[in-house]
């Protein structure tokens, strides 16, 4: 009888500390192509991986998280933002007994469908595309198609669905009756932290921006969640962790005190950094680029060929958006600029 590979090891230890409702690497529903794992990476280990390694999360360093162009060194950027989910949802996984490599795994990958310009780049292509885009669907299209020159990662199911799941937009994390909520824990537990991070880490550059002062914050937010960015954090952690052990892990939750205050934050962020008048004057040239430029692509789609594969319905649109929306701003920028702007001439 041969020894068990250092996977099957793996696989082992997870059954014996991992809570009941945690999903085990080696109960994963499987790939959408099904292939032979490896002797060392579990399947979920393995999909962090091919993760980390695709060319769309490289993008992600130079695409906006709220602020365009940043000229600040600390700013925070997608990519940042998506490390940042990554860590917090590592922590409630941990303290909860969950499988951490799958937390990981959807964490890294759950912004890789994000546009250009933030979200008013998603509002730019949710206009023009036809059906619409949100980026939690290019998300899973762009592990399930785009990259690999359409071959995509081939990634486990679990995965998948903490990827589709992670969104929520305004309003509750996690809205009545379940609508939106991931199949496993684990892919609810990155859609609670993608909240804490965005909501503490948008309004620390918001503070620096000078877009608003913390004294503008809601005393009440303040008093329940704290006075500093890390103080913030560490309660909305807390919260997820003891309440949803008091639920018996039958689902990701938030207390009432806490979930109150952060939505209120989070109300707050909106009103006063995301549609704040400064801010929106940065958004509407971000319209104008990325609305051109896709104007001009529909009109010549086979200068997009060389740079994204197309899919097997041959369609201009989903060809052009996949194209936009892979962009990183400062390419956006540079492409515009070679496209639309006049060069001058050279002295004759």
Not at 16 to 25: D, E, G, K, M
Not at 134 to 157: A, C, P, R
Request: glycine letters at 8%; one cysteine or more.
């Amino acid at each position: 009888m041969s020894s068990p590979t250092i996977r099957q090891q793996t696989e082992d230890i997870e059954d014996q500390i991992l809570s009941p409702r945690a999903v085990r690497s080696a109960d994963t529903k499987g790939r959408q192509r099904p292939e032979k794992e490896g002797i060392i990476r579990t399947a979920f280990q393995h999909d962090r991986d091919r993760i980390i390694h695709c060319k769309s999360f490289r993008r992600l360093k130079h695409k906006t998280q709220v602020f365009l162009a940043p000229a600040g060194d600390h700013y925070r950027t997608r990519l940042t933002h998506t490390l940042e989910v990554s860590q917090i949802a590592r922590t409630i996984a941990r303290a909860l007994r969950l499988n951490e490599d799958l937390t990981e795994a959807v964490a890294l990958g759950h912004d890789l469908g994000h546009t250009p310009f933030g979200h008013a780049g998603e509002m730019v292509l949710d206009g023009i595309h036809p059906g619409g885009f949100n980026h939690y669907e290019q998300s899973l299209w762009v592990v399930d198609f785009l990259e690999k020159n359409g071959q995509g990662l081939n990634l486990t199911f679990e995965v998948r669905d903490g990827i589709l799941s992670h969104s929520k937009g305004k309003g509750l994390v996690f809205p009545e009756g379940g609508e939106g909520r991931a199949t496993t824990l684990e892919g609810q537990v990155v859609r609670v932290s993608d909240s804490i991070a965005y909501a503490n880490h948008d309004l620390d550059d918001a503070i620096r921006a000078k877009v608003i002062k913390l004294s503008d914050v809601p005393k009440s937010v303040l008093q329940v969640l704290g006075g500093t960015h890390a103080r913030r954090i560490d309660t909305m952690v807390k919260d997820v962790i003891f309440t949803s052990l008091d639920h018996a892990l039958e689902e990701i939750s938030t207390g009432p005190e806490v979930g109150s205050a952060t939505e209120e934050l989070r109300a707050f962020l909106y009103e006063n950094v995301y549609e704040n008048v400064a801010t929106r004057g940065e958004f509407r040239k971000a319209t104008k680029i990325l609305g051109e430029l896709y104007g001009y692509f529909l009109e010549e789609p086979e200068k997009v060929l060389k740079e994204f594969p197309r899919a097997g319905s041959g369609d201009d649109n989903r060809l052009v958006c996949d194209f936009v929306a892979g962009m990183t701003d400062r390419y956006a920028l540079k492409l515009y600029e070679e496209t639309f702007l006049p060069r001058p001439w050279g002295v004759l």
